[in-house]
């Protein structure tokens, strides 16, 4: 599922591939990926996922 994150040093897209229990698989073009929990990822904790210069997800595209 693809998401938008923005932080001080502007936007960039990520891409939620896996869901295990309450945490979430995050791909970022860097080509790596990282787990998030759900709760941070609601609560604009996603920095962890984006080098932590881009912590808030403000755009999820669910497939319809």
């Known amino acids: 599922m693809p998401v938008d994150v923005s932080g001080e040093d502007g936007t960039h897209a990520m891409t939620i591939i896996a869901q295990e229990g309450d945490m979430l698989q995050v791909y970022g073009p860097w080509g790596s990926t ?5 709760d941070d990822f609601i609560n604009g904790h996603t920095g962890k996922a984006s080098k932590s210069d881009l912590p808030n997800a403000y755009s999820v595209c669910p497939p319809r």
């Open 34 to 38: 990282t787990w998030v929990s759900e």
